[in-house]
């Protein structure tokens, strides 16, 4: 076999044994996680949310056959309701939609999905770079039981396996995008 064809095959092994290697088990991905000083971490994805003034629980859902997880739920704790916002980050694993092309596709899906449930769309899916990574967004509306509008975005992103997903709730389309660009950091 010539030097050539010898690095060829070694080079198409190695990147199809990268392509095999699985995404890791969701738990894995999820007790990731941490909360110290009002910041949620995530090591695995190499995430931090900083909401100070706001309360932070880990992990609250964990999905294990459905490979998803709500990895932190983040509550602000302002008194009025121009300052109040909810956060979630979701990790949903990328293998169990092998149909999937892309992150528009995933964020057109949820929020036809929530279109079912009667929130109204105020912006269509849309490009959006959180802390110099690309994620597609949408932007939905819904009422408050007492007759209030609020706003609620959907970003997400294919990132290690899995579809990286924050979904903020806030007073106007405007401080959903905001809170989100703010408070999320992730490193390269």
């Excluded at 998803?68 to 009025?80: D, E, G, I, M, N």
């Excluded at 967004?137 to 039981?145: C, I, K, Y």
């Excluded at 609020?150 to 579809?163: C, E, V």
Aim: aromatic share 8%; no cysteine.
């Amino acid at each position: 076999m010539s030097h050539a064809l010898a690095t060829t095959v070694l080079v198409a092994a190695t990147i199809t044994g990268a392509m095999a290697q699985k995404a890791p088990d969701i738990s894995t991905v999820a007790s990731a996680g941490a909360i110290a000083d009002a910041k949620y971490t995530n090591s695995f994805f190499k995430l931090t949310v900083a909401a100070p003034d706001a309360t932070l629980e880990l992990n609250p859902l964990v999905n294990k056959e459905g490979g998803r997880a709500r990895l932190v739920q983040v509550l602000a704790k302002q008194t009025t309701f121009d300052d109040t916002y909810t956060l979630a980050v979701l990790a949903d694993t990328l293998a169990k939609y092998p149909q999937l092309q892309s992150p528009t596709q995933y964020v057109r899906s949820v929020r036809h999905q929530l279109e079912k449930e009667g929130l109204l769309t105020v912006r269509e899916e849309f490009p959006i770079i959180i802390s110099a990574v690309e994620f597609t967004g949408a932007v939905l509306e819904e009422h408050a039981p007492e007759g209030r509008k609020y706003y609620r975005g959907m970003y997400s992103a294919f990132r290690d396996g899995f579809i990286l997903s924050f979904d903020v709730e806030a007073a106007s389309p405007e401080k959903v995008n905001e809170l989100v660009v703010r408070v999320v950091s992730l490193a390269k």
